[in-house]
């Protein structure tokens, strides 16, 4: 008979694997998934020391399945919450990268493949992220007084995500704008030069400035997406 250990085992490790499968490590396509399986067995004793589980509720295979369903669904919840917070940072990279481009950018992943500001700022979110913030997401996954992450928590968590990532990428856009009414304004004034020519170069110039400018702030802002992906379930942040 499987004793009372290795059902809280089994469970933590349901948590766990989900936990790390929906979790933000890294880009895409640059952490093997070895690596979250590895992640997901280390934790899982500490999230099996946080069951409180009775072996007497589950006397058959339907509870334990439906138990372990439960707990895998709510570290996959955990784990998207904090990927949900992680492409605010992408996104305000990609922001910039088309802010500096002139063009709008294609549609990537939350840590797929991107330009040299959507590089640098994921980077930046991972190492804040694994500065503590990770450590604290940790400990709220293994919680054991854990609440119900519902659908309304996840969309308000997007909306907010969303103007993260413009007020991040707020001054590139915005130095954008303003080269493109500045280049509209230089063909109005001069009809033989070509406006179109003007405002890409003038347009990076003025995004690059403004990244050397507000650089400071956008590494906080990068800094408080990464505490705010160990916060993103709400209760525990």
Same mark, same amino acid.
């Given at each position: 008979?499987?004793?009372? @250990?290795?059902?809280?085992? +089994?469970?933590?490790?349901?948590? /766990? ?8 490590? #890294? ?28 072996? @007497?509720?589950?006397?058959?295979? %339907? ?9 895998? +669904?709510? #570290? ?6 904090? /990927? ?8 305000? =990279? ?9 063009? %709008? !950018? ?5 840590? !797929?493949? %991107? !330009? ?5 700022? /994921? %980077? ?6 694994? #500065? !503590?913030?990770?450590? $604290? ?32 990428? =707020?001054?590139?856009?915005? *130095?954008?704008?303003?080269? /493109? ?6 063909? $109005? ?26 650089? #400071?702030?956008?590494?906080? *802002? ?5 505490? $705010?992906?160990? *916060? ?6």
């Amino acid at each position: 008979m499987i004793g009372h @250990e290795d059902i809280a085992l +089994a469970l933590g490790f349901a948590h /766990t694997a989900a936990f790390a499968a929906a979790m933000p490590l #890294g880009r895409s396509r640059a952490v093997p998934r070895v690596v979250r399986v590895v992640i997901a067995l280390c934790l899982a004793p500490a999230a099996a020391s946080a069951q409180h589980s009775d072996a @007497e509720s589950f006397r058959d295979w %339907s509870a334990f399945a439906v138990a372990a369903l439960v707990n895998a +669904a709510h #570290g996959a919840a955990i784990g998207l919450c904090a /990927t949900i917070v992680a492409g605010a940072a992408a996104a305000a =990279g990609g922001l910039i990268d088309a802010a500096v481009a002139s063009q %709008s !950018g294609p549609v990537r992943d939350v840590f !797929g493949e %991107s !330009g040299p500001a959507g590089l640098l700022c /994921t %980077s930046a979110f991972g190492w804040f992220f694994f #500065g !503590g913030a990770f450590n $604290r997401l940790v400990q709220v996954c293994i919680a054991p007084d854990y609440h119900a992450i519902g659908a309304s928590v996840v969309a308000a968590l997007a909306s907010a995500c969303v103007q993260i990532a413009l007020a991040a990428a =707020g001054p590139a856009i915005v *130095a954008q704008a303003f080269a /493109t009414a500045a280049a509209g304004g230089i063909s $109005r004034l001069a009809p033989r030069i070509n406006g179109m020519f003007l405002g890409a170069p003038i347009g990076s110039m003025l995004v690059i400035a403004s990244l050397i400018v507000g650089a #400071g702030a956008l590494v906080s *802002a990068l800094d408080a997406i990464a505490w $705010r992906a160990a *916060a993103a379930v709400g209760a525990h942040g």
